[in-house]
Structure formats: structure tokens, C-alpha cells
């Protein structure tokens, strides 16, 4: 019988094997290093990082949703997405930056000095951004525009909120500076609150069958939380004139309750809107107009 040799295929040895994973595994680290370094590049590493942070400053109840309305949104600061199309087109993009720089400012309360103050600068910069062929910046028209929003948003009446627009809005061409833009944003939102606390002090007051309340007892409370206004050190700050109103106290409001019923002069009815509007013009007058 003829000798069959078996032939065994060549075994490479262990070291060569070694050798051969080192250049993948360096490809693979080289691959995840330029992946990180595109991502800084073009600033999403930035761009998550300023998410995440808003996240832990809102706390709101979904944050998913919080994210994905908060990225669908990113683009409108680009001033390269603004000026360049036809009327129609700008005017769309222009409120889809007023409904933007709303986003921002109601993510933080006021009373949340600092982050609200940096929210505001994100609202003025998304309002500012403009085309290639116009130069960034805030009009007296945009500036009202928002406003007009922040009040009709608060639900608060016309009536009320109106002689506030008129002494802190601009001409349509003036130009408006970020601290202006600040006290604007900060004053309304301050109006607002002040006011939903003047209509539940009003639910106090007023008769449940009639609802309308006692003139005297109401003009009793005007008097009153002028009084503690006069009194407060707020200067021209809008939030000090909402503190001065929150430490009225029971005692104070009681007492000149009682006092307007001693009276026992003839009286009136006093509905929500009358007294609403003069508590507004309570916290309105020590309102300095934007010069």
C-alpha cells in the first residue's frame, strides 16, 4: 500500500495573532476619537451638554418631551434661518421666534433670579438673529409683539394689562436694548402674578349669590395694599411690589374689613374687573415708562 501522507495546514503562531489585533484595535480607538472630535466640532457635545442643563434647571414632569420640543425648536436661533425669504415667509418665521423666546422665558419663575435672567438672554438672542444681509438686533416692534403675548397668555383682562404696555412698549423702529428687554420681560410676568393674587383676594370678598363684592370692604383692601406699596423699599423693582403685596396679613386686611363695615355708610357693589383694574394701577403707577 502506498503511503498516504496527511497533510496538516500550518499553524500560525499565538504571537502573530497578537500582532494582527493591535492595528484593528488601534483603528477602533482612532475611529472613536475622530467620532468624538466631530461631534465637538460641529458643537453637539455643546448642544447636549446646554440640554441636559436645562433639563436639571426646568425639572419639568416629561423631559422627554421637554428635549424633543427642545430640539425641534434649536434651529430658529441660527441667524442663518432668518431674512432671507419673502414677506410671507418672514412673518412666519418671525412668530415662530416670538413662540421660541416664549419657550425660554417660562422655564424658569422669576423669583429664579438667575436663571431667569439667563433664559432671557436666550430669548433676546433668538429674537435678534437675522439674514446675511441684515445686521442683528431687537426692534421696538418685536419687543411689544412679545409682550402683548406675555399678557394675553397670562389671561389677565385688557383693560388691565393695557395701561402697563403702554408705558414700558417702544416705537417699532426703535431699537432695544438687552437691560430694557429684561425689565419688559421681568415687569409683566411680575403684573400678571400680582394680579391673579388681587383676583383671588377678590374671591374673598365677594358675595357668593351676588358675585360682586362690597364696595366699602373692597375699597378698604385698595387702601390697604397701597399702603404696604408706599411702604415697601422696592425702588423700581417690579418683584419687590409683589413681596410688599404677599406680606399683607390676615390681621391688616381683617382689621380694615371691620373698619369699612363699622362705617355703615351706604354702599355698592364692586365687580372683579373694577377692582382688579384698580389694583393693577396700584402696582402700574410705580412702574417707571422706558424712556
Not at 4 to 30: G, I, L, T, W
Not at 83 to 90: F, R
Not at 171 to 192: N, S
Request: contains cysteine; aromatic residues 6%.
Amino acid at each position: 500500500m502506498a503511503a498516504v501522507e496527511k497533510r496538516r495546514p500550518a499553524v500560525a503562531p499565538a504571537a502573530s495573532f497578537a500582532d494582527s489585533s493591535r492595528p484593528a484595535a488601534s483603528r477602533a480607538a482612532a475611529t472613536a476619537e475622530s467620532e468624538e472630535d466631530f461631534l465637538r466640532q460641529v458643537g453637539v457635545t455643546e448642544m447636549l451638554r446646554a440640554a441636559l442643563l436645562k433639563v436639571l434647571e426646568a425639572r419639568p414632569e416629561e423631559p422627554i418631551a421637554f428635549l424633543a420640543h427642545y430640539f425641534e425648536n434649536m434651529g430658529l436661533r441660527s441667524p442663518a434661518n432668518g431674512g432671507a425669504g419673502e414677506p410671507p415667509g418672514q412673518l412666519l418665521l418671525q412668530q415662530q421666534r416670538l413662540g421660541r423666546a416664549l419657550w425660554h422665558l417660562r422655564l424658569a419663575h422669576h423669583s429664579q433670579r438667575t436663571a431667569f435672567n439667563n433664559n432671557v438672554s436666550v430669548a433676546y438672542e433668538c429674537l435678534s438673529a437675522s439674514g446675511r444681509k441684515k445686521k442683528p438686533g431687537l426692534d421696538g416692534r418685536t419687543y411689544s409683539e412679545l409682550l402683548k403675548r406675555i399678557c394675553r397668555d397670562g389671561e389677565a383682562p385688557e383693560e388691565v394689562v393695557a395701561p402697563l404696555l403702554h408705558k414700558i412698549q417702544c416705537r417699532d423702529h426703535e431699537a432695544v436694548p438687552l437691560d430694557v428687554f429684561r425689565a419688559g420681560m421681568l415687569t409683566c410676568f411680575v403684573l400678571l402674578e400680582f394680579v391673579a393674587r388681587a383676583s383671588a383676594l377678590y374671591q374673598l370678598l365677594e358675595d357668593p349669590a351676588l358675585a360682586v363684592a362690597d364696595r366699602r370692604v373692597g375699597q378698604a383692601v385698595l387702601d390697604t395694599l397701597e399702603g404696604a406699596l408706599q411702604a415697601s423699599d422696592g425702588g423700581a423693582v417690579p418683584a419687590r411690589y409683589l413681596e410688599a403685596g404677599s406680606r399683607l396679613g390676615p390681621d391688616s386686611l381683617a382689621l380694615a374689613m371691620d373698619r369699612a363695615l363699622v362705617a355703615r355708610r351706604p354702599s355698592s357693589p364692586m365687580t372683579r374687573e373694577e377692582f382688579l383694574e384698580k389694583a393693577a394701577a396700584l402696582f402700574i403707577a410705580k412702574v417707571k415708562p422706558v424712556a
